[in-house]
């Protein structure tokens, strides 16, 4: 699940809407009739250079057709933004004609769904498979409703910390094993690097509306976690949780970041676009020297990327995000990613899940990983020598894991998430106090959880 990038404007979702409705014969109106065609949907990325999905799921419907005499694979690739392909995904699962056997599902809309009535049950798969207790039980939790049945197979996750590099450190004078244990030793750096590198960026932390759930996660999420325990929702009383102490700290970090002009131009901060300019141009040529981001980044610069960074490893340094106040664990991480999942009205439900099955056997699962510079969700995998030592990083980011947090799985998130956005981006512009934020968030967030909050 890699790269998120959220399209928010009304415009441009009834934009993708229309896009999406003209584009659903790409199933065909007799889509699933066939028993012996599975026919398999998945998002494709929108960079051409990048081809790790495909060639992926090409190698598993070789493997497929062979162990399945007389079985065929149709894949069906959506090429479209995260928000398009979500559109595009909803639009199919409505229907019988154009609902496929198996859809990629991102955990961060996968209830929607659920409530929606789209998909199917996976528990009577799952019981039957000798290797589902393979897996982590918070991957397990991530596909799990609030009905308690589980909708969806992780196919991997990932985690978040800080990358920095490393000459750029020197250069300011900052120790090149930097690990910083609190957020006052995050900024305290950042400044010096301001002072004493003055033409580059010291900190870039994604804000705002633009960038979406990158915002949310990689952002505002990886502060917020570090402040205490389920500061945005609470699972005792089964309630959200409003902007307590700890929201405003995490707003308040924001501030300073883009008040202080530690981070990227206001303008650059809020273009949707960021992300891939952090990974392919700020990081790499040196302009950028701390980076609050996800494990997913190599994944632009491996061979044949059109990215290529074979030395990224030894330019960039990796440290834990810290709690707030280095207090117990000291560390956080958030973690998401994506799933297979059966929609209810697919065809061929059996010979979906056993295609799941073929895509998860511990091999299959270990290559895909390795390719997509994931983080593995099956134990047999996470403790293989050969996996650990496939790609620099690897190590670092799925010891991570141990202290990763993931999103509330519940319908109302993504208008959660859009309304951290929204306060995060007033904060960034200065259009706001964190005291004003913080208000107008806890007005919104009681208008979308319809009153199911709750203050700590």
Not at 157 to 183: C, H, M, V
Request: hydrophobic share 35%; net charge negative.
């Amino acid at each position: 699940m890699r790269r998120r990038r959220r399209a928010t404007a009304p415009l441009a979702l009834a934009a993708s809407a229309l896009l999406a409705a003209t584009t659903l014969t790409a199933c065909g109106d007799d889509s699933g009739s066939d028993p012996d065609t599975l026919k398999v949907s998945f998002k494709q990325s929108t960079d051409n250079s990048i081809k790790v999905q495909d060639k992926n799921l090409a190698a598993i419907k070789k493997q497929f057709e062979k162990e399945n005499p007389g079985k065929k694979v149709e894949l069906i690739p959506i090429k479209a933004p995260d928000a398009e392909y979500y559109t595009k995904v909803q639009q199919m699962l409505r229907s019988a004609k154009t609902a496929p056997d198996l859809v990629y599902e991102d955990t961060f809309l996968i209830n929607s769904d659920i409530t929606s009535g789209y998909l199917t049950p996976l528990d009577p798969y799952l019981k039957k498979w000798k290797d589902w207790p393979q897996f982590i039980e918070t991957a397990q939790a991530a596909a799990k409703a609030e009905d308690g049945k589980t909708y969806g197979v992780p196919d991997g996750t990932d985690t978040r910390g800080i990358w920095y590099s490393k000459a750029l450190f020197k250069k300011a004078g900052l120790p090149e094993d930097w690990q910083p244990k609190n957020w006052a030793e995050i900024l305290d750096a950042a400044r010096t690097i301001k002072k004493k590198v003055p033409d580059v960026i010291p900190l870039n932390v994604y804000t705002g509306k633009p960038g979406g759930e990158q915002s949310t996660m990689q952002g505002f999420e990886m502060l917020l976690y570090g402040t205490g325990a389920d500061p945005l929702y609470d699972p005792s009383s089964k309630k959200w949780v409003q902007g307590n102490q700890g929201f405003k700290d995490s707003l308040e970090f924001v501030e300073t970041v883009y008040k202080e002009k530690l981070g990227p131009p206001v303008e650059d901060a809020l273009d949707p676009n960021i992300g891939t300019r952090v990974r392919g141009e700020l990081l790499p040529e040196g302009k950028l020297a701390i980076n609050l981001d996800g494990s997913w980044l190599p994944q632009d610069w491996l061979e044949g990327s059109g990215h290529e960074w074979p030395t990224w490893s030894e330019e960039l340094g990796l440290a834990p995000m810290p709690t707030q106040n280095g207090q117990a664990p000291g560390k956080v991480s958030m973690s998401g990613g994506w799933t297979w999942a059966i929609p209810s009205k697919a065809a061929n439900k059996d010979l979906a899940f056993e295609f799941i099955k073929t895509m998860q056997t511990k091999e299959n699962a270990q290559r895909w990983y390795i390719a997509n510079s994931g983080i593995a969700v099956r134990n047999d995998v996470a403790e293989d020598p050969e996996y650990v030592k496939a790609q620099p990083g690897i190590k670092f980011f799925t010891d991570l894991v141990e202290f990763t947090h993931y999103r509330p799985a519940y319908p109302a998130y993504p208008q959660v998430s859009v309304a951290i956005q929204e306060a995060m981006e007033s904060v960034t512009t200065g259009d706001s106090s964190v005291d004003e934020a913080a208000s107008t968030y806890d007005e919104e967030l009681e208008s979308v959880t319809k009153g199911e909050v709750t203050k700590k």
